[in-house]
């Protein structure tokens, strides 16, 4: 079982910045995809960004050229950068580990609340 723990949310005006991290319990050379994923409130969860082990990287249009997700210098560790929030940003984000390719074998964080003030 693979443990994630999400930490740097937190309350930021409209235009800043937040770095999130999530540690995973083992390292990352065993966990194919490593996600970013949130939810506003009301709303289904949605992908934000995820890097897999070949260090292929997606983001959703939605975040495009304002976020960015990169590996710590140790395995375990995952990052979100993200700038010039907006509002509709605001939302929990949860960290997803998934085991192999085929989006049923993943594992959650208990996410961390990022909330952009207008």
């Known amino acids: 079982q693979v443990q994630l723990v999400e930490s740097g949310g937190g309350l930021v005006q409209a235009g800043g910045s937040l770095r999130l991290s999530c540690a995973a319990s083992e390292s990352l050379l065993h966990i194919y995809v490593m996600g970013w994923y949130r939810q506003a409130p009301g709303k289904a969860r949605e992908l934000v960004a995820r890097i897999n082990i070949e260090d292929q990287i997606f983001y959703a249009d939605s975040v495009k050229d304002r976020f960015t997700i990169s590996r710590g210098n140790t395995k375990n560790r995952v990052y979100l950068q993200m700038n010039s929030l907006k509002s509709q940003d605001t939302a929990v984000y949860y960290c997803?580990?998934?085991?192999?390719?085929?989006?049923?074998?993943?594992?959650w964080g208990r996410g961390t609340q990022v909330t952009v003030s207008s």
């Open positions: 997803r580990a998934d085991l192999d390719y085929s989006g049923t074998n993943y594992y």
